[in-house]
Structure formats: C-alpha cells, structure tokens
C-alpha cells in the first residue's frame, strides 16, 4: 500500500493549469525567468511546441492524488551529510584555467555596477 | 580482434595472444577508416589512447593486471575526462576541458582500462534518436538511414559497428536501453544510485545513472564490476555494496517468475516486434521461467509524470551554464543580463531549450502544485505499481521499445512522437529500478530488444536471465552487415 501522510497545508490556492490557452507573453516571461534570449521570429514556433508538451502532461490533472506522498528521490533516500572537515585542496588556477575571462583569480563579467 | 566479446578480449590479453598496444590500434584504425559513415564518436585521442594503452601492457607484463587492464572502452561524452575536452554534446561545452576524472572514469583508470574516446551523445542527454547534437547525428550501423536511438546513441553506434569492444551510456529516461535495442547490443541501467553520478553531467538528477552497453550480458557483467559501488562524493550514490556481477551468470531459469505487465503488450506495439518478444519469452520459458500476467495499472501516466520531472530537474541543472565560469561565452556582452540570455541562447539547442522553458514553467509560483508536486506524487503511485508486481513475480519483461528504429528525420520535427518512443523506458527511471535490454530478433532488417525490468539492486539476477537467454540465442551475436567485418 501507498505510505499516506496528513495532507500538507496548501501554501496558496490550487492554480487550475489552463495550459491551451498560454499565452506567448507566458513564454516570453518564462524564458526571462530562464535567462535564454528567444529570437522575435521564433517565439510564435518555441510557444506552439512548449503548449502541446503542456497539453500532453495536463492529463495528470485528472489523477486522484488525494493522500499521496510526494516522491523526489525513487529511494526515498534522505541527503546524507558529512563531517564538517576539509577534504578538498585548493584548486583555483585548475578551475580558472577553463574561464572565458578571468583577472587576479577573480572571474570577469561586464560591469555590474556603475 | 575487433569482432571478440570483452571476456574475450580479458583473455587473449592475459595469455599474451596479443597486446593492449594492438588492440588499441585495430579499434583506432577501424574508427579512422569508418566513422566517417556513423559519426559515432566525437574525440579520439590517439595519443593518449597509445600511452595508456603501452602502460597498460607493462602493468600486464609485471603480472599485476586487474580484468579490465589494457582494454579498450569508449565512453559517452557526458562523462567528465581529466585533459579532455567534454562536450555534452553541446555548443555549450565545446570548449570544455574538465580539470578532473568522473568517478566512473576515474574506476577505469584505476583497473588499467584504455579510454578509447569519447561518443556522440543527444544534447544534454535529451533525445531518442542522436538527431540533437551539436556534432551531427548518428547513423544507425545496421541500416545508416535509421536512427541509432538515443540518448546515448554514440556508444551503441560504435559497439554494434565493432568501433569499440564495449561503451558506457547514461539512461534518464531509456538512453542506455532504448540505443541499445535499436542497434542489437545488450545495455542496462542500473539501479538509481548503484554507479556514481559525480562527474556525469547532470540532465534529471533523480533519474539520471549511468551503465554499461557491449554485446553481451557477460561483458555488461564485466564492466558494471568496475562501475558500480558506494561514491562518498555523491551523496545519492547507495551504501549498499557492489555484488560481483560475473559471480551468479549461468544460475538456472527453474523456476523464476516472470511478470509481463499487460500495458507493455497492448496498442501501439508493433505486430512483427512483440513476435520477437513472444518468442523470447517462449525461449525462457522454455528455461524453466514461469510467465505471469500483471499489471502496471498507471503506465500510461508515465510520459507525462517524465516531462514535468525531467524538465524540471533539467532547468534547474542547466542554470549554472552562465557563460561566466567554463563552456560557451556570447561575444561582446553589453551587460550580465545580456551575457547570460545571449550565451544561453547560443549555447543550447532547440530540446534543450524546450526543456528548460517546460521545466521553468512548472516550477514557477504558481504552477509548483499543479505540475511538479503533481507529477511527484504520481511517481509514486507509478513506483507503488512496480512494488506490488515484485510482490508476485522475480523480474518484469516486456518489449523496450514500441518498434526498431525509425528513419532518421522521421520524428525530429516531433517532440510528442519522439517522447512516445520511451514509453516502455521511463517507468523503470521514474521508479529507480534497474532496467535491462538484450538483443531479441530482427524486424526487417533492424533489431528489437527484450527488455528487463528488475527488482531494487537486483542487477546479477538481470545479468543472469540475460546471459542465460544468449547462451540459448544468437541474436547478440549477429553484426551488422553494412558494417566491414559484420556478419548479419
């Protein structure tokens, strides 16, 4: 049988995924959220393709789910912790040795502030 | 040489029939001359291949050789190789040279294995036919109009045109199994958490595990050997010990319980490939296996539960590819936001961008409960479904894909149809369980494979009914024949 848990209270209301309907401002504020740049001629393309997938995976919608546990890990492992020691050397150079751009071991970006 | 399983290769390296050195070279020679009609690997070091190659031949000659020693594997270009560049098969990391082994890489060296290069893989991971790398796609060795499958279809590419004895491959969501059918080689996934992940770059980190792909069960047996064990720089690897893999094959089939779910055997399975299937199952049977009929009542939830999940899991891996610490950086950013958006424009391609949008979509406010805490607490009845089968039978089997290898250019315009081809594949990541697939008939030409699913950990009773069914069998042993040196 199914480990069953109290329900957990719900932080905010159970959104209604009205996934067919998305709208390409919903794309567009997405992929800010993801930080990849869409191209204007491709938006109309890249938001066709991501509501079919939504579609697709609105089926679970229908799924009774009432009691059920959320599962992250197929284990059901917890994260395992370590003591808190050293075990790593330093390996700065290595890693700075593979960077686009990088000045006095300090890794460069454009300016952030003025 | 070329033609030789892994166990074969161990023993004719071990009474000195020939060297590492020469075999090393045969495979070098044979991707020179024709992996320009697969595409099946991206780097070949030929340098480094004959210096390990020579040390391993030394270590042999001192008579402190370990099984694996002077062998040559090719590795999955997801696996990080100290000096050697990783790509992912990735714009992103074209330029990525990482400063340390995978743990997985790191276990070969150690045994005195020879990494022979590294494979085309499908960006990312993402893909069932290797039609999305950034280095091209792969041609299937058995008819080059095909697919190979995918994720991991490089390395079944090389196996099955004997470019490479024996691969690695990593299976989010079938990329070992489903590959690996569509080429004729046997390959198996793990259970989650048996080989380390450190150093694999990560795609679905629940789902994500990395095995072996050779011709055989036995040489699958022989390389999970040195794959598998308990990694204390990856917190999800398991503190289970590793078996001996080889130590149980050929045990006998009396009286094993075979469950076939009948969601594996119903529409949308192709009439010539579950003949295959029958006929393999009759082949155990015949074995002394008992075939019960179960069922997995939630398989058709199983695409969908995936593609919240992976995506997911997806976006949030990928974020850290920000063009500011290794891989791809735009040219001329004019400010960080401009760096990051343009780099990650560039960087990836059309499915991995897919993904990242799918995944950033249901983990945003808002849409947490409806998709992501959804499709987790539908796992878990997916994963229940599998618990209570075990209760009643050893292993589950079944097809391990709806139908041989399809054209290529067939689907890649598809999204939903290429996630179709999974569909008997996914339940065994979404639930951790180890999942199997051996070579079993040619459907016109194009192989098919039986697929077994096992119990948690239960990868040597696999191995088992695997080796046990090619020992009655020769579909493992058939070649291409459009390869040079294959015998179909």
Redesign the interface.
């Known amino acids: 049988?199914?480990?069953l848990r109290p329900p957990l209270p719900?932080r905010?209301p159970?959104?209604?995924?009205n996934t067919m309907a998305i709208e390409q401002n919903e794309?567009e504020k997405?992929?800010e959220?993801?930080?990849?740049?869409?191209?204007p001629d491709q938006i109309g393309q890249?938001t066709a393709?991501?509501t079919?997938?939504?579609g697709?995976?609105?089926?679970?919608?229908a799924?009774d789910?009432t009691d059920?546990?959320?599962?992250?890990?197929?284990?059901d492992?917890i994260?395992?912790l370590?003591a808190d020691e050293v075990t790593e050397e330093n390996?700065r150079e290595?890693?700075q040795?593979?960077?686009?751009?990088v000045e006095n071991g300090l890794?460069l970006?454009?300016?952030?502030v003025e | 040489m070329y033609d030789k399983s892994v166990a074969q290769l161990v023993a004719g390296l071990r009474d000195k029939q020939f060297s590492s050195v020469e075999l090393s070279r045969c495979f070098l020679e044979r991707i020179a001359r024709l992996d320009s009609t697969y595409n099946s690997f991206i780097s070949v070091d030929e340098t480094a291949v004959l210096a390990a190659a020579g040390a391993a031949d030394k270590r042999i000659a001192a008579g402190n050789a370990a099984t694996l020693t002077g062998i040559p594997i090719a590795h999955k270009d997801i696996f990080c190789t100290d000096g050697m560049r990783t790509s992912c098969g990735s714009r992103m990391l074209d330029n990525f040279v990482p400063p340390y082994d995978a743990t997985l890489i790191a276990h070969f060296n150690r045994e005195g294995a020879v990494v022979l290069g590294k494979t085309n893989m499908d960006e990312f991971a993402m893909g069932s036919s290797n039609e999305n790398s950034f280095y091209g796609a792969v041609s299937n060795p058995w008819d080059t109009s095909l697919v190979p499958g995918g994720s991991s279809g490089g390395s079944a590419a090389a196996v099955a045109a004997m470019l490479a004895p024996a691969a690695t491959g990593t299976d989010t969501g079938g990329s070992i199994r489903q590959p690996a059918a569509f080429c004729g080689i046997t390959g198996i996934k793990p259970t989650y958490g048996r080989v380390s992940r450190l150093g694999m770059v990560a795609f679905a980190s629940s789902l994500d595990q990395a095995g072996p792909m050779a011709h055989s069960a036995e040489d699958c047996a022989l390389l999970l050997n040195c794959m598998a064990g308990h990694d204390p720089l990856d917190s999800t690897s398991s503190e289970l010990p590793a078996e001996d893999y080889c130590a149980g094959l050929g045990g006998s089939l009396q009286g094993l319980r075979i469950g076939l779910p009948r969601e594996y055997f119903g529409d949308g399975l192709d009439t010539a490939t579950a003949r295959c299937i029958q006929d393999s199952l009759k082949e155990l049977e015949a074995q002394g296996a008992t075939l019960v009929e179960v069922s997995l009542p939630h398989s058709h939830l199983t695409i969908p539960t995936y593609y919240i999940i992976a995506p997911a899991e997806a976006s949030t891996n990928l974020s850290r590819f920000d063009g500011v610490r290794y891989g791809h950086r735009c040219a001329n950013p004019v400010d960080l936001h401009d760096l990051y958006t343009r780099t990650r424009e560039e960087g990836f391609g059309a499915e991995v961008k897919r993904r990242i949008l799918v995944g950033t979509y249901a983990l945003s406010a808002g849409y947490y409960d409806a998709y992501y805490k959804k499709a987790q607490q539908v796992r878990r009845l997916i994963k229940q479904d599998f618990v209570d089968c075990f209760s009643q039978v050893d292993v589950i089997a079944g097809p391990t894909t709806p139908g041989p290898a399809f054209a290529l250019g067939a689907k890649s315009d598809d999204p939903l149809a290429m996630y179709l081809e999974d569909i008997y594949t996914l339940a065994a990541n979404l639930a951790g369980l180890p999942g199997m697939s051996v070579p079993a008939g040619l459907v016109g030409g194009r192989p098919v494979g039986l697929q077994l699913i096992g119990n948690y950990f239960d990868e040597a009773r696999l191995l088992n009914v695997g080796h046990r069914f090619q020992q009655a069998t020769d579909w493992h042993q058939r070649r291409p024949a459009t390869a040079p040196g294959g015998t179909q």
């Open positions: 049988m199914i480990t719900r905010q159970f959104p209604v995924a794309i997405i992929a959220l993801a930080r990849i740049r869409i191209a890249v393709r991501i079919e997938i939504l697709m995976v609105d089926q679970l919608q799924v789910t059920v546990e959320p599962m992250a890990n197929p284990l492992a994260q395992r370590r390996r290595a890693f040795a593979i960077a686009p751009a890794y970006v454009p300016r952030v």
